[in-house]
């Protein structure tokens, strides 16, 4: 599964070694340096990366070769 890189703020598709797109760094007035960065953004950045760590955890769970998991098939049981 591809997941694309998103703002943390306006949600605009950005490249993936970054946070926070550079129309959100200049309206909000965000420096660029991440430990300068308001804490408001840095909690948006973390609950990104805890998702996107949830959905790779999710990933390595897929056990069946058509990517369906396996508590999925035995609920429609």
């Known amino acids: 599964m591809t997941v694309r890189k998103r703002?943390?703020?306006c949600e605009k598709t950005i490249t993936e070694q970054f946070h926070?797109?550079?129309?959100?760094l200049k309206t909000y007035?965000?420096?660029y340096e991440y430990r300068?960065?308001?804490?408001?953004?840095k909690a948006l950045v973390n609950?990104?990366?805890?998702n996107l760590k949830l959905l790779r955890?999710?990933?390595k769970h897929m056990t069946s070769p058509e990517g369906v998991r396996e508590?999925?098939?035995?609920?429609?049981?």
């Open 57 to 59: 955890e999710e990933e």
């Open 47 to 50: 609950i990104e990366l805890k």
């Open 7 to 9: 703002c943390v703020i």
């Open 20 to 24: 926070v797109c550079m129309a959100c």
């Open 71 to 77: 508590e999925t098939v035995l609920r429609r049981f």
């Open 29 to 31: 007035n965000i420096p």
């Open 36 to 41: 300068n960065w308001p804490l408001w953004v």
